[in-house]
């Protein structure tokens, strides 16, 4: 079995157990991403600049195992405040265009205090 694990440069470091994805059998799944500012590690403010800043984290997770937006499968979306669905759905499609993954979006409370979204991917990597 050959599965590759990356810690991806131009992100934080992951701050816990974890690599930033993994790619196996034509597909690598990213860890959830949240909406730090890739440099200064800086949580962004409110939910839309979260999701975009999340989104474009996950654009560069793929970009650096040889994939890209365009090949996402799935997503789920981890969501504090499922009020700010709308907003977020605005933000995602938008990123997506019309490749639209399939995907779940759970309510999150538990999230510390000012995280507002986590999402993660699931995506085809490779000749496959």
Known sequence: MNVQRHVVEGL?????????AVVHGGLVYCAGQVGNHP???????GVEAQTRQALEN??????A?????????????FLRNFGDFEVM???FRAFFGDVLPAR??????GYPEG??????????VGND
């Open 58 to 63: 996950l654009s560069t997770v793929l970009r």
């Open 12 to 20: 934080p470091r992951p701050d816990g157990a974890f690599v930033h």
């Open 115 to 124: 995280l507002e979204i986590e999402i993660d991917l699931i995506a085809a």
């Open 39 to 45: 440099v200064t590690g800086e949580l962004l403010g």
């Open 89 to 91: 759905d605005r933000v």
């Open 104 to 109: 779940t979006t759970v309510p999150c409370s």
């Open 65 to 77: 195992v040889g994939s890209d937006v365009s090949n996402v499968i799935q997503a789920r979306v």
